[in-house]
């Protein structure tokens, strides 16, 4: 979530973890209320996302040592927003591990905004060192992490962790149950709805996901999420190829859309944006027969 930058770093004060599954916790990481995820195995524990600031991180990682009693192994970055991976300072001497293309969120603009606002000078946050390109799985002896990124979505750096066995999928902010999902420059309407499917097809019945900010979930909240980004998708590419402007298709009367005026008109933005990158042109020839779904 939040892309909005912070007023000032804020102190988790004493970290509580929760435990979700044999081997699995939840913490939530204040002032953007961000789910932290550890994993925590016979030879060493990891991390699921760093925290919102380097004092954030520290604490982090010494209230995962404590619960563990094994020594942090690595800490991965679900992509690279601040509330995310701001705290990465903290580890320097453990793996960093994200997608390869988390950094540029991690480098742009909106980063450097937040780090203004929290007091931190974005030039001395490291970014992750391992940096993967599609899959990835680290084995912290009784229990392994997967690690798989499923194309452009939230961001273009999105890594979704997932812990076979204990059935618990961390989702970064490609899920989302504190709010509707979170438009920015770097997302894809598209490829957001197709990353959710991809993600279904970790889950069994009874699997936990954990969203990047809010309640953890179950498969049935992550369908009612991918049915509304494909929804939103599809009658926003169908709008494109009836040639209609972004606000005709917001306004059109025979379509609904799944969230709010400007969640919706972000993610309409974006698929505008998506098709006009590919090149594709509208098709005014095409009868109009009302929207596809
Ligand atoms: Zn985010």
Known sequence: MPEQPVAAPVSLGTVEFTQLRPRVYLAVAQPAAVNIGLV??????????????????????AAAE?????????VVVTHGHWDHA????????????????????????????AAAAAGLDLATLPAPATRLASIGLRDLGGVVVELAHFGRAHTRGDLIAAVPGAEVVFA????????????????????????????AGLLRPGSLVVPGHGPVADSDEVGRQRVALAVC????????????TEDEAYGHSTLEWPWDEATTRRGIASAYAGLRGRGVKPKRHLPVLGPPL
Request: aromatic share 8%; proline share 6%.
């Open 233 to 244: 998708w599809g009658q926003a590419e169908w709008a494109f190829w009836q040639g209609l």
């Open 172 to 199: 970064g902010d490609v899920a989302e149950t504190a709010g509707p999902p979170q438009f920015d420059s770097e997302s894809s309407l598209e490829g957001w709805a197709k990353a959710l499917d991809a993600l």
């Open 66 to 74: 404590a619960l563990a009693g094994t020594p942090l192994r690595a």
């Open 86 to 113: 701001f705290g990465l300072s903290a580890f320097a001497d453990v793996e960093t591990i994200g997608h390869e293309d988390s950094v540029s969120a991690l480098r742009g603009p909106e980063a450097l905004a």
């Open 40 to 61: 925590t195995g016979d030879d060493g524990c990891l991390l699921i996302d760093a925290g919102p600031g380097p004092s954030q991180g520290a604490e982090l990682r």
